[in-house]
């Protein structure tokens, strides 16, 4: 890899986050019963009409703006292929006028990656082959189809070829992603295909400026798919290219056993035979409509993290952690009801793993944080009553109540800690000779004995006391 220079670019397909389908009142509304959320328009069936969806396009125009694009006038057209999950047999999307151009993403780490283009389209329903291997057409004996998703309104925002690395395509995505979800413009879970990603690969000599041929890896849902994907691809390059040979321009598939294969030759603009699509007009947003949409933009990842560095006190990773958690509107909204940064900080990294946790109140969790430092409960306790929190929407002092939690007289914790150094003589000898590890011997018995109650930082204290 040391004379070669990876080449990648993205187009990620999103889901917006509308009620209804891009063209049709039908509901947009993943896990439904198969084939329940279709009208006409969704099957292509004769005589229905396609009626633009005014939300979808605000999203869009949102997502662009937030990935500083330009807003211009865009038409839909025809974009002809067969597959059996598109029953017009053509995709209504948007082809050499987009709604969005010319943007870019700047990466935590300071690199930018230019956006061509994001474009509105149509998704394809859902083809389950059976019998198969892996759910794939090949040895399968049957297929179903799910029209619920077709037509479910797409924005498919294209990357520049500026990406150099598999770890920098992964932070690309984590970055669109966070911006997504901080947008409210899909709810962008790769595990559930709303979030797709695509990866066009290619490598050249370090030094060069030359685009050589690239392969195309399709739908790539996860993170680690990704950068693996990636990884590998550029490695069957540099192999091919080393032995004399080249590759193809191809689109491939990513499989589970680290490898990419085969799906077909790639595709040309030509061969999908775009043209205007005739059931619908110009799409012209005005500058009333598009500035409206400025003024009402929340705030973004990137002031986030400059936001949380200066407020918290936290690096610039932790502060990426946070974000792309979702949870940074949280610990800045807990920092504003005068939490402690660090506590804050801590329970965002370690203890709020459960769903809901980025809807928790942030006052609710300042409240939490308060009593932790004033010292009405322990920090274990803190961990239980957060989870808790998140569930229910209670405050902490209700549910310490409930359950009990009452901070320990300090004279009954130090009879405690005496107990448990004198059940653990040979571990008492260590510790006092400096060997601070067996500290936690110590530690785990006085929590044992007060069911979880103690303060481990008071308990702490007590034995560094004892040893003098």
């Not at 394809?124 to 004996?141: N, P, Q, V, Y």
């Not at 077709?150 to 150099?164: K, N, Q, T, Y």
């Not at 589970?256 to 799409?283: I, Q």
């Not at 949280?330 to 660090?342: E, I, K, M, Q």
Request: aromatic content about 6%.
């Amino acid at each position: 890899m040391s004379e070669w220079e990876i080449v990648v670019g993205l187009e990620v397909h999103v889901e917006l986050a509308t009620e209804t389908k891009l063209f049709s009142h039908a509901p947009n509304q993943f896990g439904d019963d198969p084939n329940t959320n279709i009208t006409p328009v969704c099957l292509g069936l004769p005589g229905s009409l396609p009626v633009l969806n005014r939300r979808a396009v605000e999203l869009a125009m949102t997502i662009g703006i937030a990935l500083g694009c330009e807003i211009q006038p865009s038409v839909f057209h025809r974009k002809n292929y067969f597959y059996p999950d598109m029953p017009k047999d053509y995709q209504v999307s948007q082809y050499d006028q987009p709604i969005c151009i010319d943007g870019a993403l700047t990466l935590p780490n300071g690199t930018e990656i230019g956006v061509e283009r994001a474009h509105l389209e149509e998704d394809a329903g859902k083809t389950t082959h059976l019998g198969g291997e892996d759910g794939r057409i090949h040895g399968a004996s049957e297929a179903l189809v799910d029209y619920n998703r077709a037509g479910v309104p797409l924005l498919e925002i294209v990357s520049r070829p500026d990406i150099r690395s598999a770890e920098d395509a992964r932070a690309y995505v984590e970055e669109l992603r966070s911006i997504l979800l901080a947008t409210e413009a899909s709810e962008a879970r790769l595990e559930e295909g709303s979030m797709r990603v695509d990866a066009n690969v290619s490598v050249r000599p370090i030094g060069s400026s030359d685009l050589r041929t690239r392969c195309e890896i399709k739908n790539l849902n996860s993170l680690r798919s990704l950068q693996r994907a990636i990884t590998y691809e550029a490695q069957r390059h540099i192999q091919l290219y080393e032995s004399g040979d080249a590759p193809d321009q191809e689109t491939r598939h990513w499989a589970e056993d680290g490898k990419t294969y085969t799906l077909r030759s790639k595709e040309e603009a030509n061969d999908y035979r775009y043209f205007p699509e005739p059931d619908l007009v110009l799409l012209d947003p005005d500058d009333v409509w598009i500035e409206r949409i400025v003024s009402s933009m929340p705030e973004l990842p990137s002031q986030q993290r400059e936001r949380l560095t200066a407020l918290a006190g936290v690096d610039l990773e932790t502060a990426a952690s946070i974000v792309n958690r979702g949870l940074s509107r949280l610990v800045l909204g807990a920092l504003d009801h005068g939490a402690d940064a660090t506590r804050a900080t801590n329970h965002a990294l370690q203890n709020l793993t459960v769903s809901g946790a980025s809807d928790l109140d942030p006052k609710l969790f300042a409240g939490l944080i308060e009593m932790e430092t004033s010292g009405l409960i322990t920090a274990t306790q803190a961990k239980t009553i957060l989870v808790e929190m998140v569930e229910t929407g209670q405050e902490a002092a209700s549910i310490a109540a409930n359950r009990g939690f009452e901070s320990m007289d300090s004279s009954e914790l130090e009879k405690i800690v005496d107990a448990a150094i004198a059940d653990n003589q040979e571990a008492w000898s260590k510790f006092c000779a400096g060997e601070e590890k067996v500290q936690g011997v110590f530690v785990g018995a006085v929590m044992k004995a007060t069911s979880g109650q103690a303060d481990g930082k008071a308990v702490s204290a007590i034995l560094r006391a004892r040893r003098g």
